[in-house]
């Protein structure tokens, strides 16, 4: 079974913090994706990497920046942390184009 | 602008009734269609696909979901609803030899005993 893990369920951080969020997967996928869930939104694509250091904007990538070194990790970190970043984020990964994608279980992210 | 679009927020049907939860789609080209499960304070699991072919495509848990090209719909369906069902339930659309997915915004699915 593919596995995506997120290194944190839940985090408190204080506003103007940097923030890492980790995510591994174990299936050599080449594509791997943050997104933000919030209620009535949805799900929108923060970034994506389609290989290493390798990197794509999606629809709301302000105040966040990504980092894939290793074809495994993904990490999505926040430069000043806001309080209107509190949100669930997933991590995503799937293994080539048109596949599906399989998703860590979120990380609760609460900006104070 | 490429979309896909789950126009119920909530649907609620009675344990051992059929479920139709809705999605249409405005993805160009031969488009690839998810359906993905969410429960509470949890990731997205996958349920089914569809990428050519038959267009009835059968998943996980007794669920199926029917393409169909003309009306742009991508509905997913259970003959027989169970209360475990009870979660969120997004539609995805994949655009032919991208990476992007497009997510519906959700419909929460309520089975009541």
């Known amino acids: 079974d593919v596995k995506v893990t997120q290194s944190s369920r839940y985090l408190v951080k204080r506003t103007g913090e940097k923030v890492f969020l980790e995510c591994v997967q174990d299936?050599?996928?080449?594509?791997m994706f943050w997104y933000r869930q919030d209620p009535g939104l949805g799900l929108r694509l923060i970034y994506f990497?389609?290989?290493?250091?390798?990197?794509e904007k999606g629809d709301i990538p302000e105040g966040y920046s990504v980092s894939r070194e290793k074809k495994e990790r993904f990490s999505l970190i926040l430069e000043s942390a806001s309080t209107n970043q509190t949100s669930m984020y997933l991590c995503?990964?799937?293994?080539?184009?048109?596949?599906?994608?399989?998703f860590g279980q979120g990380t609760r992210l609460t900006v104070v | 602008a490429q979309s896909v679009a789950q126009p119920e927020d909530q649907v609620n049907v009675a344990e051992g009734n059929p479920l139709t939860v809705k999605c249409t789609y405005s993805v160009s080209g031969n488009p690839y269609l998810f359906w993905y499960v969410q429960y509470p304070n949890r990731g997205l699991q996958f349920l089914l696909k569809y990428i050519t072919g038959d267009n009835l495509v059968k998943g996980s848990y007794g669920f199926e979901a029917e393409f169909n090209k003309s009306q742009t719909s991508f509905h997913l369906k259970k003959p027989s609803a169970l209360v475990s069902d009870s979660a969120l339930y997004f539609c995805a659309g994949l655009k032919y030899n991208f990476n992007k997915f497009y997510f519906g915004s959700g419909t929460k699915l309520n089975v009541k005993p």
């Open positions: 990497s389609y290989d290493v250091k390798m990197k």
């Open positions: 995503a990964s799937s293994f080539r184009q048109g596949a599906e994608a399989f």
């Open positions: 299936m050599d996928h080449e594509n």
